[in-house]
């Protein structure tokens, strides 16, 4: 009895540990765990992460982090899985579904990303033009952040860009003009076509586009094992 009574006091003492998580940059209060995810969740259903290929089953997953070909140079996700917000990815169906009458679709690189592989991002490399601030977090975390591309249909080949993708270089801004006339007339037509369904491009980024609804829903830092 008296072990029993102690293994269970040991559990709520653990429980309590993981729940009152500390976090170096930022106050722990803004950043949402799986408890309060799923209390969220339950109140309000567009606050669900949702993954992207079992409602864009079309979409061509190309989840650089669950590898080890990244800037990192490590594999930093357990699974190749890409997920974002209910709203967010039913704006993506219109997006795939535009580019689908021009022979076109989507490549995803990257989408929902736990608040903690932001913080080491930064910590391996604070250059802020390119990784998030902890102390911000990233419209990643959010859930409503996409790192994508444009393929064509019959070959299922990238669109030529004037980078690839986590390119830390001016090359890869937004709006760089030394980019060849094809390349910036396809990074042109994936900014039209992303803005047009309610997503805005990161300067520094061609790839990185923001959900424009980001605002509504808090910092998570979930693992992609819980969801």
Not at 134 to 159: M, V, Y
Request: hydrophobic content about 40%.
């Amino acid at each position: 009895m008296i072990r029993r009574l102690i293994m269970v006091l040991l559990l709520t003492v653990i429980g309590v540990t993981v729940q009152a998580q500390h976090y170096k940059y930022i106050d722990s209060t803004r950043i949402c765990g799986i408890d309060n995810y799923k209390k969220q969740v339950k109140a309000n259903a567009n606050k669900q992460l949702v993954e992207i290929v079992k409602y864009i089953p079309s979409v061509v997953l190309d989840i650089r982090y669950a590898t080890a070909n990244n800037f990192m140079h490590r594999r930093m996700y357990p699974q190749a899985k890409a997920y974002a917000r209910l709203p967010v990815v039913l704006a993506l169906q219109q997006v795939e579904a535009d580019l689908k009458t021009r022979g076109l679709g989507l490549k995803i690189f990257d989408a929902y990303r736990p608040y903690a592989i932001t913080v080491k991002f930064y910590e391996t490399t604070a250059d802020t033009n390119f990784v998030a601030k902890p102390w911000f977090g990233s419209k990643h975390n959010r859930g409503c952040a996409i790192d994508l591309t444009l393929i064509d249909l019959k070959s299922g080949k990238e669109l030529d860009m004037p980078t690839g993708f986590d390119s830390f270089s001016k090359k890869a801004s937004a709006n760089y003009p030394g980019a060849s006339p094809l390349q910036i007339a396809n990074r042109e037509l994936l900014k039209t076509i992303m803005h047009a369904h309610g997503f805005t491009v990161l300067p520094t980024e061609w790839w990185h586009y923001d959900f424009d609804g980001w605002r509504d829903y808090q910092l998570l830092d979930i693992p992609f094992t819980a969801l």
